[in-house]
């Protein structure tokens, strides 16, 4: 079993017959606790069950209790697909399901594991019948791929020691009205876990922070000293407006940090930030204009702001947000690479992020603003003499954090 594999199972206490068959896609492996996580492919109901003992069991994240009454694990093995066999399909939309190999000559003719189990088929990478009406004739795949049983089950992890087990990438995020202005840089840079800032540098193409912006975007770096570019990093994002061209705002974003003093080796890649900003209100003086947007001029403006940050620096670009995608059922990646996911619970959510992987996930944002559902023996709500703001943690999907990785997924120095 491992991260992206596909699980088909039926659930104890079904008295159908035969039982109803439900697929999974693994989106978690914890080898300390013997568990992984799970998004059943039809509903998106998040499950984590418990692979140490027969049956498996396990809750959804209401805590109703399940337990297994068959599993199987499929593994996509980049291989063509073969008739009365498994086969995993990839859609244009990044959703993934399980079927049954049919025939493959002239077309690809398949019926799906879940219920109400469609039948599609395919030609060229095109839908050419179709009973579902999620993907009707004329819908493209990206891939179909032959899939094999995989009976291995992750190995336990060897214990780790306190330090291994406790270490933690802590960055903070600040714009202008936060901490009346003034953040105390080396405050934070002497505070164990803390590894960086994030600053906001611009919003549409209007907004550019003022002298906040210009004062401590060098301050970041210089706090830092020896530790800037080692375990010492600072990064800026930009807030898009929906209804301003994405390429200008990623020229206006640049352009901000330019004359604060550009970038430098200790500098994380490139943030968008794409959320929809207030509460609604309809008081035309308060109501963010991104509420307004749909879900096309969202996925249109944020492609294109990535697109012109990317070729203008050669960079990856990073995306910050989830309710956005959620909100307007956006299923594109909107050609953003990795994630920063605001998820303020006890455990990460992902809902909205479903054209992601774990894997595409590099900060969790779990604080804000002083606000969190862990205690401080946990992870920390605020920063001793520096104050309540936004905190992130590092992570680096199922695997441990560690510093090499941290330098790698953020693009640090490159």
Request: overall charge negative; aromatic content about 12%; some cysteine.
């Amino acid at each position: 079993m491992k991260i992206d594999d596909i699980l088909l199972c039926t659930f104890e206490g079904d008295v159908g017959n035969p039982p109803t068959d439900y697929v999974a896609e693994i989106t978690l492996i914890n080898t300390n606790t013997n568990t992984f996580e799970c998004r059943l492919v039809d509903s998106g109901q998040q499950m984590t069950f418990n692979y140490s003992r027969e049956p498996w069991d396990g809750t959804d994240t209401t805590g109703t209790q399940y337990s297994l009454a068959s599993h199987y694990i499929y593994a996509p093995g980049k291989t063509d697909p073969i008739p009365q066999d498994a086969a995993v399909v990839a859609f244009a939309d990044n959703n993934r399901y399980l079927c049954y190999v049919k025939s493959i000559d002239p077309s690809v003719d398949v019926t799906f594991y879940h219920y109400p189990y469609p039948e599609l088929s395919f030609e060229n990478d095109w839908v050419t019948k179709s009973n579902w009406d999620a993907y009707p004739v004329g819908s493209p795949i990206l891939s179909i791929e032959g899939c094999i049983l995989n009976t291995d089950l992750p190995e336990a992890t060897s214990p780790a020691t306190a330090e291994e087990t406790h270490q933690q990438y802590l960055f903070v995020d600040v714009y202008a009205l936060d901490l009346h202005g003034k953040p105390d840089w080396d405050v934070l840079v002497n505070t164990p876990k803390f590894f960086g800032a994030i600053l906001k540098s611009t919003e549409g193409v209007h907004y550019d922070g003022g002298d906040w912006f210009k004062k401590n975007w060098p301050a970041v770096k210089t706090a830092g000293a020896d530790r800037y570019g080692k375990t010492w990093f600072r990064g800026a994002y930009h807030f898009l407006k929906f209804n301003q061209d994405g390429a200008q705002q990623a020229d206006y974003y640049l352009a901000n940090i330019d004359a604060a003093g550009g970038w430098d080796g200790g500098d994380i890649i490139p943030i968008i930030d794409v959320e929809l900003g207030n509460d609604g209100s309809k008081n035309p003086s308060k109501r963010n204009s991104n509420r307004d947007a749909s879900a096309q001029q969202i996925i249109d403006c944020t492609s294109a702001c990535a697109e012109r940050l990317r070729s203008r620096t050669g960079r990856r670009v990073m995306l910050y947000g989830r309710g956005a995608m959620r909100d307007k059922a956006i299923k594109s990646r909107m050609s953003c690479d990795i994630v920063w996911n605001p998820s303020y619970t006890a455990k990460m959510v992902r809902n909205g992020l479903e054209a992601w992987n774990l894997s595409d996930i590099a900060l969790w944002q779990y604080c804000g603003d002083g606000v969190a559902a862990f205690d401080e023996a946990k992870l920390p709500r605020s920063v001793p003499n520096f104050g309540k703001v936004d905190i992130s943690v590092y992570i680096d999907g199922a695997n441990k954090p560690t510093h090499d990785s941290l330098i790698a997924r953020l693009g640090i120095g490159t």
